[in-house]
């Protein structure tokens, strides 16, 4: 069977903390949801790494006390998703720190 989205590999449950971490550096970027979301620990723990995190400002979040305001945009509009991504420069990969 072909996978709608082949790019997309699920993880299931991590529980090895190097391992988690090693996943999050490996991103590009890491998306807020559009949902309120309480806690927000993934998207402080990617922050924490390294990886920049851009929230929905359309609802009341969280998480949006610690995304900085130039990462934050109405997800609502795909034009400014993009506008967000786009700056976004993969740095050299780092060594996975232990949080």
């Not at 609502?76 to 991504?85: L, Q």
Request: glycine share 8%.
């Amino acid at each position: 069977m072909k996978r709608r989205f082949p790019f997309i590999e699920l993880k299931g449950c991590i529980k090895d903390k190097t391992e988690y971490s090693k996943l999050i550096q490996g991103c590009l970027g890491v998306f807020g949801t559009h949902f309120p979301e309480t806690f927000g620990c993934v998207f402080a723990e990617a922050i924490h790494l390294g990886v920049p995190v851009i929230g929905d400002n359309s609802i009341a979040t969280g998480y949006r006390d610690f995304i900085h305001n130039n990462l934050l945009c109405n997800f609502n509009n795909p034009h400014k998703i993009a506008e967000k991504i786009d700056p976004i420069e993969p740095d050299p990969p780092i060594p996975a720190k232990t949080i």
